[in-house]
């Protein structure tokens, strides 16, 4: 999600040099190039996302005390051995910001860490207005401390976590002018990669992890969070221009054209330098993924079947039919392509 937004409206107080833009959303693959590659945008990294205070982007911080924590928490954890092959931590590459969210106590991404149906119960009556307006000061506080190191760098926040997805307004009411960049994948291929994601971090809270239970619990949330969604998306086609949607399978195949459809949709400037960095990046990622043990799941490992998924997300696959500007996507699962 892309958020341009003069962070001037009541109720949240006016920050001075705020009036920059602030993003929400790309998927990981896209965003995580070097921070700082692109004077447009800006992001958060592990050490930033707990903290009230950016850090110093290409400058060597290895004494800096966030960044000696946050690693010696990685360490403690055990992040870097049981995300192995899922999802890859480094220091000094941009991450999903669910941190500031969690501080309020008022956030689905606590959904994934624990089974908790009564928080789960709670939430969805209460709302999670409060870690979004907690989110929108976060940012504002960043977006300050950027303009005072950095004013010649203007543009966006980019920013990204799936459960913006589920009280999308909220979301449009916390930043009136977001702009949503939107991956769609075959719900049958991502439900087996989610819950394996979810296995993983449960395993860092509790000892007994059942998979059937994880597979049954996610389905329900997953597919009522993808539904919700759309279903916004439906009642309010006034700002179906804000939204860009992106097939994964053309994200993997060739993700700088997907590069520039997004910037050229948003009319966002790309300088042949960020096309250089994001190339390099690329090109580093598709030689550290040939070295790396590839993620394995089934959705069977989570007592899931395709007829059950396909029932679930029957509402997000309807809206995804009549949309012309998403290919089918079951004919390319079948497509070869160099993932990078």
Known sequence: MSCRDRWGQRPYSKVPGSEDARSLGLSQRMRRRRRGDDPGSAVTGPPESPTPSLLEPRVARPADPRRIRTEEIFRASRFAEVFTGIHDFDM???EEDYPIFRMTFTTWVFLAQFPIPSYARWLAERGSWAADGFHRRT???FN???RQRFPEHGGQWLLKMPFHLMELD???ATCPDALFIQIHREPTQFMGSWNSLVERIRSLNSDRVVPSEVGAEQLSFMSRMLNRGIRFRESHPELESRWVDVNYH???CDPMAVVEAIYGRFGWPVTRSTVNEMTGWLGQQAER????T???????DYGLTHAGVDAAFAGYAKFLATRNYVHDMKP???TRCDTP
Do not use: G, I
């Open 294 to 300: 590839r993620h394995q799941y089934t959705l069977d």
């Open 92 to 94: 000094d590459e941009p």
């Open 250 to 252: 053309e994200l993997v």
């Open 289 to 292: 993924r040939r070295r790396e």
């Open 332 to 334: 390319m699962l079948t």
């Open 139 to 141: 940012m504002q506080h």
């Open 170 to 172: 909220t979301s449009m």
């Open 144 to 146: 300050w401390q950027r």
